[in-house]
């Protein structure tokens, strides 16, 4: 049942499924391109004076031009680089904010970033190297915002839980029980259930489509097993650790 705010569970599992389609097209996106590791080289000269990668630059100044235009006023929208952000020039989000304040604080794209560039982009990309370093590095950023965005909305789950069973929270919160969150917020079912649906849409979507009445080949653009495997290794993992550090503050 939703509250006054119009938060519940059911809004909550339909916005992740929604977000799985949004995941599973870039990442079939990205996977038209080869690695291209001279975009991840700190060291890297394609852009003179440039500090970071030439991904950072390109994240950097795309998350400033959203910025200025109210992208991130959503609480769902979480930036790699909030210090570079400059004012919004549209007015504040007249929305409610459905979450306790200190999910502000919250922001773990450091760790979402090193996950990407350093362990799922190699699973999914060829090897090699490209010039089309802009296009490649939007497909990047898209994969990056698409994680994020699932991961942090962790902040929601845990939001419509705590309401749910105030009692069964509040004692592992008070004692600050990290282990006693996570078990709580744990559903070994529900997960099994996730990683077989995703798996199943990469199937779904990565087919190539054509006229032919020919049995299809059983070749995906992504192979659905790694969809599967960044489920449960990264995302849910990652938006657990989300619930847990919003739940250890939601009594503050």
């Known amino acids: 049942m939703a509250g006054p705010d119009g938060l519940s569970l059911e809004s909550v599992r339909n ?18 391109y080869p690695i291209c590791p001279l975009l991840y080289d700190d060291k890297s000269s394609l852009i003179a004076d440039a500090s970071g990668s030439l991904l950072e630059s390109i994240v950097k100044g795309t998350e400033a031009t959203q910025a200025k235009f109210g992208r991130y006023q959503s609480p769902e929208e979480h ?5 570079n ?17 200190a999910a502000a604080s919250i922001n773990i794209n450091k760790m979402i970033w090193d996950m990407y ?3 799922l982009l190699q699973l999914f990309a060829s090897e090699g190297d490209a010039e089309d370093y802009a296009c490649i590095g939007v497909c990047d950023l898209q994969c990056l915002q698409a994680l994020s965005r699932r991961i942090h909305y962790g902040k929601f789950v845990a939001e419509v839980k705590f309401r749910d069973a105030p009692e069964d929270y509040t004692q592992a919160i008070r004692a600050q029980d990290r282990d006693a ?69 939601r009594l503050d």
């Open 181 to 249: 969150l996570m078990k709580l917020l744990t559903f070994e079912n529900v997960e099994e259930m996730v990683k077989k649906r995703v798996a199943k849409k990469a199937k779904t979507f990565g087919q190539e489509v054509t006229l032919s009445e020919d049995e299809y080949n059983g070749k995906y653009k992504v192979d659905p097993a790694i969809v599967s495997r960044l489920y449960e290794e990264w995302v849910m993992p990652l938006t657990k650790h989300v619930q847990v550090e919003y739940l250890l503050r």
């Open 15 to 32: 916005s992740l499924i929604r977000q799985e389609d949004t995941i599973i097209f870039s990442l079939i996106e990205r996977s038209r």
């Open 85 to 101: 952000l400059p004012e919004s020039l549209v007015p504040p989000r007249s929305s409610p904010n459905v979450l306790h304040p």
């Open 79 to 83: 930036p790699f680089f909030p210090e």
């Open 117 to 119: 560039t350093n362990q």
